[in-house]
């Protein structure tokens, strides 16, 4: 039997209207727009005002794109799976709440939890599944509303979050192109440097949780920035030098966008210009498990069949790795939904 490759077949994605700019951050808490760009390189982030609506709205949209970009025939799709660290709710999952409005009859649905290595480690989930020859179509969707969740009277972490979402359509070819490889690695002695203290089972809501502010993302950034470097370098070149990959021959390095310092450390490392990196921060922020696929969303007209791309990220855990993939279609040739 000849070999099973799983390949993205289109990408959806959606960011909110709402453009929260570093000159409106800066009537809000003491930062200014000089800090933000030279420090973090964020010039402003999209954010989902709206009341009552949350992350599932914005996969769901993103995933709607995909469907009429893509043409595919609803009923056709066997999974369902939504990379966020910012549900709607405890439980049900973000991917059940999208799998009902979108109509899906035929398909199972599940949420992959792990911060911002969320899109990397389930677009690697979900190629085994279709290797397996089990599934034969599955939807795979970084979303995130880190507006829920980030303090907007705490300067060191305001200006790094904004909200968006981006979803990719995943089937299997007997052709060579799709996921290639990772190298994915956590580290469990994240927690004290970036977690969100309450709200889980450890800590649950009471009004001394509300009053002491603790439903807000926490970060020693100086100590996740080191680890993000780091990590992200380490796992690039590794991934590069076990797959032959150099300047010459990578078209793409899509890293998790957050800090363009850390971007340009991975970059360095890898000996590549920066016409070579795909770069979303300036725009939409670090929006956590959407941050890759939405660079791809972007950048889908410049990618061509057979495309070597490393995507990388870093995040809460402290989670990180690095995927070679080899693009499957030409992006020129699709038309914008
Ligand atoms: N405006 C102005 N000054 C600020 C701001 C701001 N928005 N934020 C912090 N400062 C000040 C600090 O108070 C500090 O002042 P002090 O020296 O008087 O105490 C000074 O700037 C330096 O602060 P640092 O925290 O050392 O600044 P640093 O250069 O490290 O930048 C940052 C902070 C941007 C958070 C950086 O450390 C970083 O990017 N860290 C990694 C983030 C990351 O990768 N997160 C992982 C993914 S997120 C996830 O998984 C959900």
Redesign the pocket.
């Known amino acids: 039997m000849e070999k099973i490759n799983a390949v993205i077949t289109g990408i959806g994605g959606y960011v909110p209207d709402y453009v929260l700019n570093n000159q409106e951050l800066s009537r809000m ?4 727009d000089e ?2 760009m030279t ?2 390189g964020i010039k402003e982030r999209r954010i989902l005002t709206e009341e009552g609506i949350g992350t599932s709205y914005m996969a769901r949209k993103a995933a709607k794109q995909l469907l009429k970009k893509t043409g595919v025939d609803p009923d056709t799709i066997d999974a369902i799976i939504v990379a966020t ?1 910012t549900a709607d709710y405890k439980f049900p999952s973000t991917a059940s709440i999208v799998l009902g409005k979108l109509g899906l009859k035929n398909a199972f649905a599940f949420d992959m939890w792990s ?2 290595c969320g899109f990397i480690y389930t677009l690697d989930t979900a190629a085994s599944m279709i290797q397996s020859g089990r599934y034969k179509k599955i939807i795979v969707i970084g979303a995130d509303k880190m507006s829920s969740v980030v303090d907007y009277t705490d ?2 972490t305001c ?2 979050f904004g909200d968006g979402a981006a979803a990719v359509l995943v089937e299997g070819t007997t052709e060579d192109v799709g996921l290639k490889d990772s190298y994915f690695r956590s580290d469990g002695h994240g927690l004290p440097f ?1 977690h969100l203290k309450a709200g889980g089972s450890v800590c649950p809501a009471s009004h001394f949780t509300v009053d002491h502010r603790l439903h807000y ?1 926490y ?1 020693e ?2 100590t ?2 080191r680890y ?1 470097v780091t990590s992200m370098s380490n796992d690039c070149a590794l991934i590069a030098e076990r797959n032959g990959l150099n300047k010459d021959n990578i078209r793409f390095v899509v890293p998790h966008q ?2 363009i310092r ?1 971007i340009e450390a991975v970059a360095k490392r890898l000996e590549l210009p920066m016409e070579q990196v795909m770069v979303n921060i300036e725009h939409f922020g ?1 929006t ?1 498990a959407a941050t890759i696929p939405l660079a791809l969303w972007e950048n889908e007209s410049k990618l061509k069949k057979g495309d070597n791309l490393i995507f990388t990220a ?3 855990g402290f989670v990180h790795g690095a995927s070679y993939y080899k693009w499957g279609y030409d992006g020129s040739t699709v038309e914008q939904g």
């Open positions: 808490v003491d930062t200014n800090w933000i420090r973090v660290s911060a911002c300067r060191s200006a790094l970036l993302l970060q950034g100086r996740v920035f993000a957050a800090n850390i670090n956590s870093f995040g809460a």
